[in-house]
Nanobody, 112 residues
Framework: EVHLVESGGGLVQPGGSLRLSCVAS????????MRWYRQAPGKGLQWVAS????????NYEDFAKGRFTISRDNAKNTLYLQLDRLNSEDTATYYC?????RGQGTQVTVSS
């Protein structure tokens, strides 16, 4: 059974940074194409970034380019999302995703 556990969210001021983590189990993580999504209050699920199995190929939604960085550590079965230069529009619950299975999410709130 696929199991994903996100962490690292919190309250941060505009311009600040956070590093999100997602620990994966129940599948061969080192072979997996992984994604991050987010969902802001009252809005639909929004793709953020993707990474291939070895981390050499990454893709970002336009709002994430230059501010967010997706990475992975296959030895630790862990996916990361570094969030920099955050603004209020980044307030959302962030989810890691494997084949449309997601964890419980981690809340990111950007506010002064």
């Amino acid at each position: 059974e696929v199991h994903l556990v996100e962490s690292g969210g919190g309250l941060v001021q505009p311009g600040g940074s956070l590093r999100l983590s997602c620990v994966a189990s129940g599948f061969i993580f080192s072979n997996a194409y992984m994604r991050w999504y987010r969902q802001a209050p009252g809005k639909g699920l929004q793709w953020v970034a993707s990474i291939n199995w070895d981390g050499r190929t990454t893709n970002y939604e336009d709002f994430a380019k230059g501010r967010f960085t997706i990475s992975r550590d296959n030895a630790k079965n862990t996916l990361y999302l570094q969030l920099d230069r955050l603004n209020s529009e980044d307030t959302a619950t962030y989810y890691c995703d494997y084949r449309e299975t997601r964890g419980q999410g981690t809340q990111v709130t950007v506010s002064s």
